[in-house]
């Protein structure tokens, strides 16, 4: 008779090839808003305009703003559903723990992060091919430099990855306590609307300001990476003071 000894890193790596291949769905689901985001855009995202006797000319502004929005909630949402019981006990078909299972999410969640930005980026193409196609010579492309479409992306990526990482934090906070449930929404709507009725900004709308509005692309990542490794570390901790499934 042999023991065999079953390294975290087997572990890990088995379970994250296991999500990959079951949770389809979030990648449809994806598809899905994307496509719909896209429609949105097609209605341009600003307008200018002149005029002068019987001349009027218009000019139409086009992005992937809203498809990025839409992709970042279904970071947020994907993130926060991944956490809850239905999704935990798919686990339990291996031998693991929690240490195992937060590492493959969060491995899981990056994954998507990626495929996500990158897909929301390329629409910005499709956006174009679909644009020329219906106004031929009244449409007007402005390309960008290798550079501009990096950094681009990065801060795309790093956007998605943010909400993926505070949805599996609230999702654990509510997994921790169902009275979460009640308490960040109202925190988030207290957010929101706490400066309306002032002049002056919210302090928490300033905080959000200072925060994501960083001139320094350096700076910018460094506030994000730190941000995503935080709300990570502290879902796994609350995820380590759960209850032992019975």
Do not use: H
Request: aromatic share 14%.
């Amino acid at each position: 008779m042999s023991l065999v000894k079953i390294s975290l890193l087997d572990v890990v790596k088995k379970q994250f090839t296991f999500k990959l291949k079951s949770y389809t769905q979030v990648y449809i689901s994806l598809v899905t808003l994307q496509l719909l985001a896209i429609i949105f855009s097609f209605n341009g995202v600003g307008m200018m305009g002149a005029g002068s006797g019987t001349l009027e000319v218009k000019v139409n502004y086009y992005s992937a703003n809203i498809v990025i929005i839409f992709t970042i909630l279904w970071a947020l949402i994907s993130s926060i559903l991944i956490t809850t019981k239905a999704y935990r006990n798919d686990d339990f078909a291996f031998v693991t723990n929690r240490l195992s299972s937060n590492l493959a999410n969060i491995l899981y969640l990056m994954t998507a992060s990626i495929v996500g930005a990158a897909t929301a980026l390329l629409s910005t193409s499709l956006m174009t091919i679909v644009l020329f196609l219906i106004k031929g010579n009244q449409f007007e492309n402005s390309s960008s430099t290798l550079t501009e479409l990096l950094t681009g992306y990065t801060a795309t990526l790093l956007y998605v990855l943010l909400f993926s990482a505070l949805g599996y934090f609230i999702g654990m906070l509510i997994q921790y306590n169902k009275i979460f449930t009640v308490i960040i929404p109202a925190c988030f709507f207290g957010f929101l609307f706490l400066g309306i009725g002032s002049t002056k900004a919210s302090n928490g709308v300033q905080l959000a300001a200072a925060f994501f509005n960083e001139s320094s692309i350096f700076l910018f990542i460094v506030k994000m990476l730190l941000s995503i490794t935080l709300l990570f570390a502290g879902a796994c901790i609350l995820s380590n003071k759960m209850e032992v499934r019975e």
